[in-house]
């Protein structure tokens, strides 16, 4: 996060701002923001920017000399202001002064990821891009053929950057709901028809926010990027109904990340388990819709015998069929889904 879409976003916020106009001066309000030594990123100044490139998840401004190639990261936002507007506090991390405006790089909370890259050239530059597949405007034959590449699971393969481009955790969960995969289903084990509705589903979940967001935000810059939109069917979605078959949509944590998905559309009706959920509960993790519905009828009229009562207290079970109870709100962290 930002992925495709808010990153394409963006740029078409940027575009006309930025473009011909010359780099006056170049504010840095953390030290650990810039990643590499030569060239300064004063070397910017007196360049106009003639280009604006997503490698991936990163935006480069190019110049016909260096290169400036950004990496938001989970937090990191840009602003436009007026030329020469003060860089915000503990979250200004760049400011960008041009001709008539001034480019703000701020970053949330107190990790620092966000990134800024420099570059003597367009070919260094250039060799940032993770190499993904860029999905709206592949074939279907080219998009099977990455998400074959390598064995993993499907939550892992499109949020992998070396695979796919500019897919995270957010636009992943919509385009494995829309495809009605399971997130754990493996890459390397797809039918004929779970191939075509793959590639569809990531087409259209692509474009469709792409386009969407544009159209939404218009002429002004965005200042609401986030991974949680009204709208979406799955991503962010924990607990409420899914919008093709009305069962709530439930999540898989790993680490710090979480997948959110439909057990109906994508599972089969099966409820994966969550490793934090799995070593809380126990053997009484639910593995089955019809499971948890029975769960919730016994919670709610008592066990039909004394056996298999819910114990309570420090360390025992707890309620099984409201998982949300026992863990923490869904994560609001991006990052890399695993499946070790
Ligand atoms: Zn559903």
Known sequence: MPEFPDIELYLHALRPRVLGQVVRRVRIGSPFL?????????????????DLRR??????????GPWLVLHLMIAGRLQWKPAAAPLPGRMGL???????GTLILTEAGTKRRASVHMAADAATALAMDPGGLEVPGADAGEFR??????????KRTLTDPSLLSGIGNAYSDEILHRARLSPLRMSDALSDDEHV????????????????????TGDTFPTKVTAFRPGMAAHGRYGQPCPVCATPIQRLRYAANEANYCPQCQTGGRLLADRGLSRLLREDWPRTLDELERRKVERREGPPSAVG???????????????????????????RLRDR
């Open 55 to 64: 490698l991936g998840k990163r935006i480069a401004f190019a110049t016909e």
């Open 94 to 100: 760049l400011a960008l002064d041009l001709d008539h």
């Open 197 to 216: 509705r793959l590639f569809d589903a990531a087409q259209w979940v692509l474009r469709h926010w792409r386009d969407r967001l544009v159209a939404e």
């Open 34 to 50: 810039v990643r590499t030594t030569t060239p300064p990123p004063d070397a910017l100044v007196g360049h106009a920017i003639t």
């Open 309 to 335: 009562g819910e114990r309570t207290g420090t360390g025992g079970m707890r309620n099984p069929t409201q998982p949300a109870d026992v863990v923490a709100q869904p994560s609001r962290r991006g990052g």
């Open 145 to 154: 053929a990455r998400i074959e590449a390598e064995r993993h699971t499907l």
